[in-house]
């Protein structure tokens, strides 16, 4: 059965930066990462698409960039300008098909990784 660990949260000052890694990846389509802050529904953050399109959820765009080392199975979200409401539970997910023409169903999931943002 398919399963993602992620590793590389941590504590970290505002304006600092973070990579997370999660591996091992399967297929490089639909591939992503969530956070979930205390309190908060679980938010999708930077995908990969069925077409290897990235998308970024409005709030991280410009800051954290989603890629994928295809030959080590390794999904990666690098963080930089990190500020205190990007502290969550983050997770990283995949489709087990690697999607379908329907899109991606994010149906594998990571135990998930800290991230604190302190000011």
């Known amino acids: 059965q398919e399963h993602l660990v992620e590793s590389g949260g941590g504590s970290v000052q505002v304006g600092g930066s973070l990579r997370l890694s999660c591996g091992r990846t399967?297929?490089?389509?639909?591939l992503g990462w969530f956070r979930q802050a205390p309190g908060k529904e679980r938010e999708w953050v930077a995908l990969?698409?069925?077409?290897?399109?990235?998308n970024y959820t409005a709030s991280v765009k410009g800051r954290f960039t989603i890629s994928q080392d295809s030959a080590k199975n390794i999904l990666y979200l690098e963080m930089n300008n990190l500020k205190p409401e990007d502290t969550a539970q983050y997770y990283c997910?995949?489709?087990?098909?690697?999607?379908?023409?329907?899109?991606?169903?994010?149906?594998?999931w990571g135990q998930g990784t800290q991230v604190i943002v302190s000011s």
């Open positions: 997910a995949a489709d087990v098909n690697g999607g379908s023409a329907y899109g991606c169903d994010f149906n594998v």
């Open positions: 399967w297929s490089m389509y639909c």
């Open positions: 990969f698409e069925t077409d290897l399109s990235r």
